[in-house]
């Protein structure tokens, strides 16, 4: 059937997908963003903001209800289930990013896990069907962000993941609930009404709740079309409608059925090593180097008090040049932090952003000495932006280093024992090492699992009997 506009093209492939249409490369590449995003995720239960909506989510109930990620004993509606884990996933910033800038995984995987626990016990989703309604809101994600120039550069006005990861994950639930093709447009054109949040909320607690909110409305709005709820039946095509958000979109159809072309199958996406930005990992991995030329001739020591002054080349990012960061949030989205934490420390971790590391007098006198410059050439896009890190000591002597690619990028991927070590890390924290194991071995072998309601065993804590249920299930 061919559609005659961008929307009902994108209805129609949304609906036409299937398993067939992945790619060995898809499959493979989204297991590694779907357990990177169970790590980060089940290690932001532990923050501060995820204790708050979780408070708050609990005024809901329902007889229906899905897991929240290391909580054995509490449930939600799949709507604050999706928003509650949504939330956890980016509280630290420690999600996946990818090109066209936007975080394509946390908008998407706590939406589908928790509307497939809402499925009758009949009728049961397989990790395949995850896995494809997964692919969709990713791909749906990427191809909206291809059409607009504006997008490829780190954003300026809204959070892409308030806009284009609503839609993704208003198209992956919609793929899950099998909507024909008249709903999966009305679910477009839904999901778009909740589309949107402004980037001065970067650097606060409030911007967890973006991907908690697209989650969560991109669900609600592949629900509502279930019941025949409708909307305007050319979203994507108008300036209106999708355009509102882009100065230069420009609409295009996606590629057939017959040949489908997935964009992760073209672009890959970066998998951060410490729970910040993206565009401070280049700044972190440049300072790195500097330090161990620094600390080569002083006992492995910083010689902070010979060190005049810090000048950091990186793109101008006005959201990420925080000289005086005084939380956690901010100095996630510092610039400046991440090259004094790095120079102090030799590397980043989850801990460097604990309150007595960012208030420690040694990291607080660097600050002072710490400049950013944006040279011409170097623009504001995680394709090509690069950091130079360069101290000036009070010899008069200068030593610097540049990162053109840091290792996470996809250019330069986490091998796959880094990755495991990272969800291994996070997973931890909050689960029992049984669960975390099986979690491992179920994201593996995903596109075999029969019934995918064993992941949600194990991401509630569900060791010994999901274990022996997972057998049984493979």
Known sequence: MLAKTVTGNFANVIHGLNANHLTDQVIQRSKRMILDTLGVGLLGTSTEVYHKVKQYSKIYSSDISSTIWGHL???LPPLYAAFVNGVAVHSMDFDDTWHPATHPSG?????VIALSEAFPQKKKISGLDLLLAFNVGIE???RLLRFSNEARNIPKRFHPPTVVGTIGSAAACAKLLALDRVKCKNTLAIAASYAGAPLANAATQTKPLHIGNAAKHGLEAACLASQDLQGNKQILDMESGMGAFYTDYSPQSLPTLQSYAWLLDQQDVAIKRFPAHLGTHWVADAASSVRRKLVESSDNLLPLDK?????????????VNRPNPNSEHEARHSFQFVACSALLDGSMSVQSFASENIQ?????ELLCKTQLQH?????P?????YCEVTVGLQDGNTISDRCDTFYGHWRKPLKKEDLEKKFQSNASEVLPAEATEGIIETVYNLEKVKDCSILSMFLSGQSARALSEKLRLL
């Open 73 to 75: 004993d509490f449930r």
């Open 107 to 111: 908008a998407v995987l706590p939406a």
């Open 140 to 142: 749906v994600q990427g």
């Open 307 to 319: 060190i005049e002054k810090v000048i950091v080349k990186v793109p101008e990012v006005k959201y």
């Open 360 to 364: 420690r007098p040694a990291l607080r």
């Open 375 to 379: 040279p011409a050439d170097n623009k």
């Open 381 to 385: 896009s995680f394709e090509s932006l």
